[in-house]
């Protein structure tokens, strides 16, 4: 069945950097998009970005544009967030979703996401 683990979680500096990883098993990650959404509590879950894993084009929010960077490696089967210049806002339970995709630009909507990962927490601190 489909499964995504994530890891790479942890604490770091603000100003410092962070990769997360997220490893797919279960389905073909091209024929998907994944996505990276962070949540902390008492708030709602939010998106911070997606990639349609077939041709690597990507969406992310306002807030980390230009400080993260999601990338794939699809003979890994792995989707990564390269997460710099973090700031205590950026401290959050971070999770990876994925859906099947067709021809359409990957979705930064919660709800379009089927499967998700157990999370990795992320907190900014000094």
Known sequence: ???LVESGGGLV?????????CATSGFTLDYYAIGWFRQTPGKEREAVSCIKSRDG??????PVEGRFTISRDNTKDTVYLHMNS???EDT???????????FEQCSL????????????PVTVSS
């Open 13 to 21: 500096q603000p100003g410092g950097s962070l990769r997360l990883s």
């Open 109 to 120: 909507l919660r709800s379009m996401y089927d499967n998700w990962g157990q999370g990795t």
């Open 92 to 102: 959050a339970v971070y999770y990876c979703a994925a859906y099947r995709i067709f």
């Open 86 to 88: 973090l700031s205590p």
């Open 57 to 62: 084009s990507t969406h992310y929010v306002d």
């Open 1 to 3: 069945q489909v499964q």
